[in-house]
């Protein structure tokens, strides 16, 4: 019944709206033609200024049945000749000047008491020049009357329409279909149970195939069960082994025989510059893309494509853009691409980090979306395709692993030319909701690019979910809930969760105390010590956690000179105004606090901008007594995983952002609201004060949920989903 009533109401819509369409241009144009008719004889007495022949003329025409009056103007706007019925406010409507000045015939609908008029303005001409205007007023109500009339036709039948079809379809469900439906419901509610294995009874003969049918689902799903039960056990026993960088090996050389995998990122592993004296530097960017992937990389081998960004980077490869990695003990390739200033300020700098990324985190910064940064996003996006292209060229069925946001429009260039690979995309930040997305003047581009995967993985469900509405709203697809896949021109693409991980096989290593010789080196000898550490970005809620700092000293003044919070806010992005803005504030709100708060040569806050390698943090993990994981939004988070997995005596203690996709599997965290001064005051109240027993347990809650799913059983799951894809 709805159905129908939306397709009457949209038909009657859609019949209202052509049927007022053509009889305004019917009368448009016949006041038009009128207009055109009079110029020629009125023309000459305004000319002339021959009062009498324009008043003679005008109140001729205006005993016509639909022309409500006329008037005939000078060219400053004032009246020559005007008939009694013409509406008094045209004098001071500006059609008539506007038309004058423009010398452009003008026509406007305006209400009147008795129904809609119709003003249309003519200009008059002389030697190429305005000399006034002629105006004609025609009487437009009965335009709305016949609208009206559709509507009252069609709403009186489609209300007649569904008194008849609700009668008949109340008949048809309370007599022949209720009842039996019911004791078939209840017959399946009760298989669904598991609380009986006999056939419904009492249906209907109409329905005797349907029962048969539910009587047979009722057998499997009870073997079903039976199944899952043993399956599920077989992956505990499995799960009590840990992943380790070994396990992922004979878990690719088992089931892939050992088939190459080709990892693409925007950023590269490992940067080379150029240091002192002509001679080579190797740093680790900051970033957890690089963190997760790196282990993978050196368990699997392969090749792992990307930018070279360092500005030694081309006077260490070789004659293919290539070079093995890590450097004191090489296990996998590197290739590298190379971009012009122009492309990387276009495709990174713009598209990437000042449309998508502010598009996917709520962190209150506007998204700018730029037409040369698009199409620079796309010209790398091709230029990436091709290099990876030309590397699998000679390769069967392979692997290929896409990363995050900056490389979305290649899933589909690599399927396009070879529809064997198998390719799978991890977008690694959040996904918007469906009508945040739609901003984008460039959504359908970048979801087809990413639909062109077999895979595409995200941290959460959530994502996922959001992702799915996204694709349903925007583009023409199948949509298979139960399945998770979305198929567009004989192609499917499965999405899933994958939170990803760090390397953190579960085994307690017996290691020496951490040295404390860079903490002093930074004038760091409190009892207590706070850790911070990611990249000066605005959505790691580094300003909302001074602030919450400040409220905690003010809250706590007798920590003052007994705990001090280290921040490592690692350069990002300096290219773009927002980042370097973001820092400036940031630098100056810790001055600002050390200030006003710290007392002789004890300062709060330590902030160290700069980027810290794997060993200097280690030590810093460990000797941390709390970490500080605060961002605004963040679709994973893997300081706080590092955190975990370092604290091989399972004490310390986690304050943790709600707004991220570790707050869903560290169950130990003291989550907060980071927004909230108070709240963040709180818990670092509550993580000092916190006993030994119950920083055991919370630690080692979630060094189980960080062992148990691992980088490399991350990857496993990633893979074998992928492969599955066929």
Known sequence: MLAIALIIVSFTFFQASREELGLSADLQYRTRVLTDSLKVSVSPSVLSHSTSTVQSIVDRIANNDRVIGLGVYNSDGTPIAVS?????????????????????????????????VYIFVNPLHSDNRVIGALVV????????????????????????????????????????????????????????????????????????PLSSEISKISTNLKQARFAAREEARMRLEKLDSPWTAERLKEFMSAYFKNRPIFVVSY??????????NNTVTVSVPAGGVITALESVMEACGGTWIAYGSGNADKKVVDGDDKIMVPPEEPKYTLKRVWLTEKEVAGHYSGFSNEALWPLCHMAH??????????????????????????????????????????????????KKSRPDAQVAIFWHIPWPSAAQFSICPWRKDILEGLLGADLVGFHTQQYCNDFMETVGNEIE?????????????????????????VAFSGAAASRPEPDRSALEALGIRTDFIGLGVERLDYTKGILERFK???????????????????????????????????????????????????????????????NYSREELDPLFRIANLCLVTPVHDGMNLVAKEYVAARDEEDGALILSQFTGASRGLKGAILINPYSAENTAEAIHKALTMTPADQHRRMKSMRNSVRD???????????KTLAQQD
Request: glycine content about 4%; cysteine-free.
């Open 477 to 501: 697809s199948r949509i298979d809930f139960d399945h998770f896949s979305v198929t567009r021109a004989d192609h499917e693409t499965h999405v899933k969760p994958f939170p990803i991980s």
């Open 137 to 208: 007023a025609q009487n437009a109500a009965y335009i709305d009357t016949t609208i009206w009339n559709i509507w009252q036709d069609n709403l009186v039948r489609l209300f007649l329409q569904l008194i008849v079809i609700g009668a008949a379809l109340f008949a048809l469900v309370r007599w022949v279909i209720f009842k039996p439906l019911s004791i078939l419901t209840e017959s399946v509610r009760a298989a669904r149970r598991g609380e009986t294995d006999t056939a419904p009874t009492g249906s209907h003969s109409f329905l005797m």
């Open 365 to 414: 910064v506007r998204p700018l979306f730029r037409a040369e940064d698009w199409r620079e996003y796309r010209k790398v996006n091709g230029l990436f395709a091709k290099t990876l292209l030309n590397e699998i060229r000679h390769v069967e069925r392979p692997l290929v692993l896409i990363q995050d946001y900056q490389l979305a429009l290649v899933p589909a260039m690599i």
């Open 709 to 719: 799913y691992n980088v490399y059983r991350w990857s496993a799951e990633l893979i």
């Open 548 to 610: 919450g700092l400040e409220f905690f000293f003010l809250q706590h003044p007798e920590y003052r000179e007994r705990f001090t919070f280290l921040q490592i806010a690692s350069p990002s992005r300096e290219s773009i105004a927002k980042y370097r803005e973001y820092g400036e504030q940031v630098r100056a709100e810790a001055e600002r606090i050390n200030k006003e708060i710290g007392m002789r040569d004890w300062k709060p806050i330590v902030l160290e901008n700069r």
């Open 84 to 116: 009694n019925q013409l509406p008094d406010d045209i004098s001071t409507n500006p059609i008539v000047t506007t038309a004058m000045d423009t010398d452009t015939p003008s026509g406007i609908f305006i209400p009147a008491q008795e129904g809609r």
């Open 267 to 276: 950023r590269e592993p490992y940067v080379h510059s150029k240091g002192k």
